[in-house]
């Protein structure tokens, strides 16, 4: 889950349902945020700063990518071989 006014996103425990106190540290005013299918990957579009966010979710390793002006939303296809920025 993104993190408000911040630019971190929480780790979320799915087996306890709870939020974990790690803090991943992304862009500027998150927007929209995915998941692949499989669980492997978590996309956030960074509006302010003009990119996305991917989080590895085995190793919590970011990388970004520049995608042009105010990215807001992200989707992933059903097979998670293509991902769309809005």
């Not at 500027?28 to 989080?55: C, R």
């Not at 970004?64 to 920025?85: C, F, M």
């Amino acid at each position: 889950m993104t993190s408000g006014g911040t630019n971190t996103v929480s780790v979320i425990n799915t087996a306890t349902n709870t939020v974990e106190p790690t803090q991943l540290i992304v862009g500027v005013l998150q927007h929209g945020i995915a998941v692949t299918p499989d669980g492997a990957k978590v996309y956030v579009a960074n509006f302010k700063s003009n990119n996305i966010s991917v989080i590895d979710t085995a190793t919590n390793q970011i990388t970004s990518v520049s995608v042009g002006n105010g990215p807001y939303g992200v989707a992933i296809t059903p097979d998670g071989k293509e991902v769309y920025v809005v």
